[in-house]
């Protein structure tokens, strides 16, 4: 298996509404995945719950990795996230990205913390919602 990487899995996950949701959890993020977003940690579950969710509010969107880096096992990235809210409005949040890969290449643990740079004060909460 070719080792993941953030585009890939946010492409999948969001932006490619032909891509079922569990068929992408499974390509890029092992059974026991875990995430930490802005403080919150989410075990796999709660992250399809949030992944479903922000589904079913955005129209489209695209990522911008910026910065990528790969050190055996270790990924780490800043990304920005545009995205087309269904409601007609645009938001653009910027993450700092760490993250540990398991053996076959998929994200097992990643840390993060986001930024709005533009959008509602409710979009601040989007790497949360459920």
Do not use: C
């Amino acid at each position: 298996m070719t080792s993941s990487d953030i585009a890939r899995a946010i492409n999948d996950l969001l932006f490619s509404p032909g891509v079922d949701l569990a068929e992408a959890l499974d390509r890029h993020f092992t059974p026991d995945y875990r995430q930490r977003t802005n403080g919150v940690w989410s075990d796999r579950t709660s992250f399809a719950r949030h992944i479903t969710r922000l589904r079913s509010l955005i129209r489209s969107g695209h990522i911008e990795v910026h910065d990528e880096l790969r050190d055996g096992l270790r990924y780490a990235d800043r990304h920005t996230v545009t995205l087309s809210h269904r409601d007609g409005h645009t938001s653009r949040t910027e993450v700092y990205l760490f993250a540990e890969l398991a053996p076959d290449g998929r994200f097992q643990r990643v840390e993060e913390t986001t930024l709005l740079i533009t959008g509602q004060l409710d979009d601040e909460n989007l790497g949360l919602i459920k």
